[in-house]
């Protein structure tokens, strides 16, 4: 696609379940960031894949928070037992370069809601 | 540690022009970007600015000062489109690619 696409766009789940975000990003871009924001709130990094390097979580804020991205390109972020504070916007973008700084570009985001 | 400051909220009249500020601390610094956010939105690159000085696009322009470690983004001619979030990012120290963003500036623009 043109842009960076993301589903689902809205998401509401109980408290203890799992969820998975999907990313689809620019086609040919070699990276792949997450980021949550978090209502009135910058973006918070979450986590951060180039190319076939193992990615960056450092972000992640605990371990019931997981991402994939397969084949280089679809990811997919899941957050096991969720808690009503992970209710947030989820924020994929992507960016073509491997080198330097990139301008990242944003998909629409996933708003999640935990009840 | 790295830390970017940016007022919360600032209102301005249709048709005006408008300064938003942004201070950052950083170890290394690798550029600053702005970004346009809409109300419920995905946030929209607008500058990047490695170098000190000014960087004109059309009715958007940037500023950077390295050493004062300051940024400002002017709007000229505001439209109400121009209602937004405007949020300053920079990339984390040792890390080009991921970005620490401020929390942004909601920009209301009213007749």
């Known amino acids: 696609g043109a842009g960076v696409s993301q589903s689902p766009s809205n998401k509401v789940t109980e408290k203890g379940k799992d969820v998975e975000l999907r990313c689809d990003p620019i086609?040919?871009?070699?990276?792949l960031y997450w980021y949550r924001q978090s209502l009135g709130q910058g973006l918070e990094f979450l986590i951060y894949f180039q190319g076939n390097s193992a990615p960056d979580k450092s972000g992640l804020p605990s371990d019931r928070f997981s991402a994939e991205r397969t084949g280089g390109s679809v990811s997919t972020l899941t957050i096991q037992r969720t808690q009503q504070e992970d209710s947030a916007v989820y924020l994929c973008?992507?960016?073509?370069?491997?080198?330097?700084?990139?301008?990242?570009?944003f998909g629409p985001g996933t708003r999640l809601l935990v009840l | 540690g790295q830390n970017i400051d940016q007022p919360t909220e600032m209102t301005a009249t249709e048709g005006a022009i408008v300064q938003i500020n942004c201070t950052y601390q950083t170890s290394g610094f690798n550029g600053l970007f702005w970004y346009q956010q809409h109300a419920g939105e995905a946030p929209t690159f607008l500058s990047y600015n490695v170098l000190d000085g000014l960087e004109e696009k059309g009715r958007f322009s940037s500023f950077l000062s390295r050493s004062k470690g300051y940024s400002y983004l002017l709007l000229k001619e505001l439209q109400m489109k121009d209602s937004a979030s405007y949020l300053c990012a920079v990339p984390f120290s040792g890390g080009y690619n991921k970005l620490i963003f401020g929390a942004g500036t909601r920009l209301a623009v009213h007749p």
């Open positions: 973008a992507s960016s073509p370069g491997t080198s330097g700084v990139g301008t990242q570009y």
């Open positions: 086609s040919g871009h070699t990276a």
